[in-house]
């Protein structure tokens, strides 16, 4: 499956984004898939991932309670809804997708995903 990131941009802390990854060459109910992030002169970093049918999703916990992620599986897209962010979120931000791995926290610690999205920048000022 192929991957486009979109909906980065530059906003003050405090305000909201919305990252669409849209999928194409497979279906994507067949993946589970998530969301990372990389910040300058840091390691990739696992931020959010929902199931192949989104019963289930998961954060890392600096996230938590600020972002959302959402799957259309109709419409091949999924979403991360970022609100109150802050300078720590700056980061450039990718989608994954894999059909095996199981959406949780060693999805995200081990980053074994299969396909990636291009990445979008994400830029909060304080």
């Known amino acids: 499956v192929q991957l486009q990131a979109s909906g980065g941009g530059s906003v003050q802390a405090g305000g909201s984004l919305r990252l669409s990854c849209a999928a194409s060459?497979?279906?994507?109910?067949?993946?589970?898939m998530a969301w990372f992030r990389q910040a300058p002169e840091k390691e990739r970093e696992g931020v959010s991932c929902?199931?192949?049918?989104?019963?289930?999703?998961y954060y890392t916990d600096s996230v938590k309670g600020r972002f959302t992620i959402s799957r259309d599986n109709a419409k091949n897209t999924a979403w991360l809804q970022m609100d109150n962010l802050n300078p720590e979120d700056t980061a450039v931000y990718l989608c994954?997708?894999?059909?095996?791995?199981?959406?949780?926290?060693?999805?995200?610690?081990?980053?074994?995903?299969?396909?990636w999205g291009q990445g979008t920048l994400v830029t909060v000022s304080s």
């Open positions: 994954a997708a894999d059909p095996h791995i199981t959406c949780g926290d060693y999805a995200l610690r081990s980053r074994r995903f299969e396909s």
């Open positions: 929902v199931s192949r049918f989104g019963d289930t999703t």
């Open positions: 060459g497979n279906t994507l109910v067949y993946y589970t």
